[in-house]
Nanobody, 118 residues
């Protein structure tokens, strides 16, 4: 089974920055929509940012627009999420997701914890 492996989570103070990485080397970016989701305690998992295949159009949740940027490293086949001006409400487990653009099948990473606290 193909895997997605996230890294880069941690503890950061409000206003700080983090970059999350997802090793998606087993997935083709021309076949899969690549996304970051998050799930906070007691809440449903929500879409944070997406890059649509194959054109690369990007979509963001309203709560992160102008603060987060999703992008790919095509040499490594990684998907990254640059997070700036972090807020306590950004605290969650962040998951990398690959969705087959033809069949809709979902692939998830194991998640990485991001905690924003002073």
């Amino acid at each position: 089974q193909r895997q997605l492996v996230e890294s880069g989570g941690g503890l950061v103070q409000p206003g700080g920055s983090l970059t999350l990485s997802c090793d998606a080397s087993q997935f083709r970016f021309d076949t899969y929509h690549m996304s970051w989701y998050r799930q906070a305690p007691g809440k449903e998992r929500e879409l944070v940012a997406r890059i649509n295949s194959p054109i690369g159009r990007k979509k963001y949740a309203d709560s992160v627009t102008d603060r987060f940027t999703i992008f790919t490293d095509n040499d490594k086949n990684w998907v990254l999420l640059q997070m700036n001006n972090l807020k306590p409400e950004d605290t969650a487990v962040y998951y990398c997701n690959a969705e087959d653009r033809w069949y809709g099948s979902q692939n998830w990473g194991q998640g990485t914890q991001v905690t924003v606290s002073s």
